[in-house]
């Protein structure tokens, strides 16, 4: 049986919210719902109907998102995406996804990325392992710094409500977006749920908390957080910082931003959620076994136009060599294509000659943002070789640092 596809209008956003709810098996709250309506472009939604009922959803956020060599690029953010439990495994989410991916091309856009909620889901459909997090949690008690940590007796700190120094997170944020790539730009919507601190936000945490790192010339960092007071059987302070984003324009704020979430009084854990894998914290801490951390994925990509999504990014050594992309749901990139890089910029034609290596185009996506995965998928014999040393070539040109992460669901 075959399904009707198309954009949803407005009057339609309660029964999108009711699939997600439906397929999620979750009861969004209405101030969520609304919030999540303002982030919506609902020219770039898609739902599925059986008849006149909707069944499937799914949605694109338009992001600039950082890639390497510190440039953004157009990115469809893919999110929202579910099927109803009476519809499964009858193909909608595949007719989404293929629609999806030819609107995006349509759009100009050479790169869609999302958040897988199953790591198992979106391989099929071309995109890749991008980026990774490490989830930390940190005993205070031992968290001192190396000797030689940054300091810069000209900062100093500023407690703040977040709405109130909004402009300053905002400004701050736009200014280190671009140094890692898989980090996006965020609107106005993006950034009320951000800084969003209704009970559904709050989680039980407590309300949202802001410190600055500033000197004369203006803020430098700032890190935002709940606290969850404690205190143990033996009536000793056991509370738990829980991290929700530290952003800092050079070493000496970031330094003095963690070191002021850690020597918070009454806190015996800090928690973050999502870091990158690189986080400079792990160097900083003088005993870095204390950082207790667990690994995630983190960003799936997809080459939406393996041609301009390679000539849109920088590459960390020149490289020359014939790729060959197999790829059965975006034919258009199926075939061999000769990537030639340098530090003057990167070209990508389609030829006929013999290529150096023959890869899935989802080894390509979750190489794209320097993560480096090409060794590894070619050590599990997930790539084909035809030159030695190919894939180490393009491997070594492709990976980045610092390590991609976008550091926000989406
Ligand atoms: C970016 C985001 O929004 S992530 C959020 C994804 N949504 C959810 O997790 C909500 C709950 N789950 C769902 O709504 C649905 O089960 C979906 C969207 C994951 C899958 O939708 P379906 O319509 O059932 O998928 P569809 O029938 O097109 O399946 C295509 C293929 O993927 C496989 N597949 C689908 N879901 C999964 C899964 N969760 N794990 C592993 N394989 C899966 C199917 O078995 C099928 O394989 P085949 O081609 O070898 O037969």
């Known amino acids: 049986m ?23 098996g979750w009861t969004t709250p209405p101030g969520l719902a609304e919030r999540f309506k303002s982030e919506t472009e609902f020219d770039r939604t898609l739902a599925v109907f059986d008849g006149d009922v909707m069944i499937g959803t799914t949605g694109v956020l338009s992001f600039g998102m950082a890639v390497p060599g510190g440039t953004t690029r ?30 995006v091309r349509e759009r100009g856009e050479a790169v869609a990325a999302l958040y897988a909620s199953e790591s198992a889901i979106y391989g099929r459909f071309g995109y890749g392992r991008a980026a990774s997090e490490l989830s930390f949690r940190i005993g205070t008690r031992a968290s001192a710094f190396v000797a030689g940590a940054p300091s810069d007796p000209s900062l100093r700190l500023r407690i703040a409500r977040p709405a109130d120094v909004r402009a300053d997170l905002e400004r701050l944020f736009a200014s280190v977006v671009t140094a890692r790539p898989g980090r996006y730009g965020r609107n106005a919507a993006l950034w009320d749920g951000t800084l969003g601190d209704e009970e559904f936000d709050q ?27 404690a205190w ?49 914290l792990q160097a900083l801490l003088a005993d870095p076994r204390q950082l207790r951390a667990t690994w995630g994925d983190e960003l799936w990509v997809r080459l939406v136009e393996v041609d301009r999504a390679l000539t849109g990014r920088a ?29 003057a910029g990167a070209e990508c034609k389609q030829v006929e000659d013999e290529p150096d290596l023959t890869v899935p185009v989802a080894a390509l996506g979750s190489a794209y943002l ?24 393009l491997a070594t040109a492709m990976s980045w640092s610092p390590k991609p992460w976008a550091g926000r669901v989406f």
């Open 2 to 24: 075959s399904f009707s596809i198309r954009p949803i209008a407005e009057s339609e956003w309660s029964a999108y919210v009711r699939v997600l709810d439906e397929g999620f």
């Open 315 to 343: 590459y960390a050594a020149p490289v020359d060599l014939v790729i060959e992309v197999e790829d059965d749901v975006c034919p258009w990139n199926a075939g061999r294509w000769r990537l030639t890089a340098d530090a």
């Open 232 to 280: 143990d059987d033996n009536g000793m302070p056991d509370g738990e910082l829980h991290l929700r984003e530290l952003e800092a324009a050079d070493p000496a704020a970031y330094a003095l931003l963690w070191r002021n979430v850690l020597d918070r009084d009454l806190v015996s854990t800090v928690r973050a959620g999502s870091r990158p894998v690189d986080d400079p």
């Open 74 to 103: 157009p990115v469809a953010g893919v999110t929202a995406v579910s099927v109803l439990p009476s519809h499964r495994r009858r193909g909608v989410l595949s007719q989404m996804m293929r629609r999806q991916l030819a609107d």
């Open 203 to 229: 989680r039980g945490l407590g309300s949202l908390r802001c410190v600055l790192a500033e000197d004369d010339r203006g803020v430098r960092g700032y890190a935002l957080f709940r606290v969850k007071t």
């Open 370 to 393: 320097g993560d480096g995965q090409l060794g590894p998928l070619l050590a599990a014999g997930l790539l084909r070789e035809h030159n030695p040393g190919a894939v180490r070539a």
